[in-house]
């Protein structure tokens, strides 16, 4: 049995307050706040870290990936605007909506630029580390910072965390990786310079190399699921190299020496491909990020959860905030090779056709036992197929977006976040942007279901 240890009650200064309150400045965070602060709520966004971006900033993310279903953008707010910013910056002809491999300086001064112009302010190196609630209702966060610690109030407060840890603090259930309790391997990514690029390349580079390596048992470390490198400047790239695998993520131990590993994994991983890769020979590994890769964490347990049932019936709901199509893509736990191997495999296999999509349900932002707290991001309510689809950046920014606009809407219709009515919401969306394709459900069955919805379950 753990040890308890009790700490004095303290009082806390409220340093700020507003509207909506946003936790986690990662890529739904950006949307949500932007898009609350341009509905015309007095918007407050908090990160931990000095910058924000999250995965696509601090976490070295390679490519944002998948913004279509094959034929339109599914990720057309927001999500799209942040993306064309980014390229912008990185003096980029075009933009890739299906493959677009970013830098992370590019993706900070983008997420400057808009939270600025929206009017949302952002405190930064602030950690939220306990909220106050009272019948369900969040009333307020206590935070720490190197400046003290301190509170803040809201109305509304949207959960961009990833890891669900607002939601957690306020007592709402969730789930966690699959049936033993196992998540996906994390990733530490890595950016590297002097590169001497041969030919045109820009996705995937390594792959070839490794898979000979692999064919002829000389693998530097025993990985079998291999991504790649990924061009993203004038001789320099960014690579999501190697799983750091058996990491629980929600052990502090075990997340901690996932930091130790990856940094090991990636002086090994840049050896190979100063050896065995054309270009490399004089390449320099300049950066290991400043945050883990974590793909899968806590997910919470919402007035509707989104199963693998409704993926594979390209299901999309009478409350839809928004249209998605990346195929479900579950990275092995552990060290067993044949199931790492059948990682990309499986993802071909279950793979949309082309102008096929799902739809996301506003109830699936919801969490239970709560009145003003909405999540976005991967931790919203899904089973484990259907998070390892969403968790990617266009799926987080999209239901960003949403519950961002939710809250402004709410707060401005004088309404709650259970009252509001979708369909204004949905308007307000596809006037933002959004693509949302509703089914004509029978008008007899609206009133059965919570939020005026139909329910697949």
Request: net charge negative.
């Amino acid at each position: 049995m753990k040890e308890k240890v009790s700490f004095p009650a303290r009082v806390l200064d409220t340093a700020a307050s507003a509207g909506v309150v946003v936790v986690g400045g990662g890529t739904a965070g950006i949307a949500a706040a932007v898009a609350a602060a341009r509905n015309g709520a007095e918007t407050l966004l908090i990160e931990q870290s000095g910058c924000c971006g999250g995965m696509a900033a601090r976490g070295l993310l390679t490519s944002i990936i998948c913004m279509t279903d094959g034929k339109d953008v599914l990720a057309n707010g927001i999500c799209r605007e942040f993306v064309e910013r980014i390229t912008a910056d990185m003096k980029l002809a075009e933009t890739s909506y299906r493959w677009q491999n970013i830098h992370p300086e590019s993706v900070k001064r983008a997420a400057d630029m808009m939270l600025a112009e929206a009017g949302a302010r952002v405190l930064y190196e602030t950690v939220v580390t306990d909220c106050a609630v009272e019948n369900g209702t969040v009333t307020a966060l206590r935070c720490f910072s190197p400046c003290g610690g301190f509170a803040v109030t809201g109305k509304i407060f949207i959960d961009c965390t990833g890891d669900a840890n607002l939601a957690a603090l306020a007592g709402v259930p969730f789930e966690y990786g699959d049936e033993e309790g196992k998540v996906m391997a994390p990733t530490l990514c890595v950016m590297y310079d002097n590169i001497s690029y041969p030919d045109d390349r820009c996705n995937g580079i390594g792959r070839r190399e490794w898979s000979e390596a692999e064919k002829n048992h000389e693998l530097p470390v025993d990985e079998h699921h291999f991504v790649g490198f990924f061009r993203n400047g004038e001789g320099c790239g960014a690579g999501n190299l190697g799983h750091i695998y058996g990491t629980d993520v929600l052990d502090i131990f075990s997340r901690s020496e996932a930091w130790t590993r990856g940094r090991a994994l990636a002086r090994r991983y840049h050896e190979f491909f100063r050896d065995k890769v054309a270009g490399f020979a004089k390449s320099g590994l300049t950066l290991s990020a400043d945050m883990l890769g974590v793909r899968e964490s806590r997910r919470i347990a919402g007035e509707y959860q989104m199963t693998s049932d409704d993926y594979f019936a390209r299901r999309h709901f009478d409350d839809d905030i928004g249209s998605f199509a990346y195929p479900v893509d579950i990275h092995a736990s552990g060290g067993d090779a044949e199931k790492q191997a059948a990682v990309e495999k499986k993802i071909i296999e279950v793979a949309y056709a082309a102008g096929e999509n799902y739809g996301i349900p506003y109830r699936a932002l919801l969490p239970k036992n709560t009145k003003n707290l909405l999540a976005a991001g991967r931790c919203i309510s899904t089973d484990r197929a259907m998070q390892s689809s969403i968790r990617v950046v266009p799926g987080c920014m999209i239901t960003g977006e949403a519950a961002g606009t939710a809250a402004a809407m709410t707060l401005s219709k004088g309404c709650s976040l259970r009252t509001l009515d979708v369909s204004s919401l949905q308007k307000r969306l596809v006037e933002q942007g959004a693509v949302i394709k509703v089914p004509p459900f029978p008008p007899d069955c609206r009133d059965l279901f919570p939020c005026g919805s139909e329910s697949s379950s």
